[in-house]
């Protein structure tokens, strides 16, 4: 750390935040305009250096997040089967009163290999049919 008297205050060139706080080595001082531009800068250049590195270790997760989710979507009821339609991974229709869940792209109709039953079709109830 470098000071210099002047006959207002102490200007200082500090190394280090603590400085700001008014405390160095354990004595206080006072921090003239200069001093107070030198801290600015150096806490900026502290500040964006913590926060570069911080974004950088954001960024990497994200990616690895990115590589572990692959082509993943979420799932999406498409109502009741239409022949013909173009059907992906997480897409789910209804056909023959069962709810299928589509495991590959597929224009081909439940079932088959393309599909797997999610829940199957339950009886009629009393009455049921009526």
């Known amino acids: 750390m470098?000071?210099?008297s002047t006959a207002?205050?102490?200007i200082i060139k500090v190394g280090s935040l603590a400085a700001l706080r008014g405390l160095v080595d354990g004595q206080e001082y006072t921090v003239g305009p200069v001093g107070a531009l030198a801290i600015a800068r150096e806490m900026d250049d502290e500040i964006f250096s913590t926060l570069a590195d911080e974004i950088q270790k954001l960024r990497a997760e994200i990616?690895?997040?990115k590589?572990?989710?692959g082509n993943l979507r979420g799932f999406e009821y498409r109502g009741v089967y239409a022949p013909g339609g173009?059907?992906?991974?997480g897409d789910f229709v209804t056909f023959d009163g069962g709810?299928?869940?589509c495991r590959k792209a597929t224009s081909a109709s439940p079932p088959g290999p393309d599909w797997q039953l999610a829940?199957?079709?339950g009886r009629d109830g009393r009455?049921?049919?009526?």
């Open 8 to 10: 207002e205050n102490k």
């Open 119 to 121: 829940v199957k079709k």
């Open 86 to 89: 173009k059907y992906g991974p």
């Open 99 to 101: 709810l299928w869940a």
């Open 127 to 130: 009455g049921g049919g009526r």
């Open 67 to 69: 590589d572990q989710a």
């Open 2 to 4: 470098e000071s210099r």
């Open 63 to 65: 990616a690895a997040l």
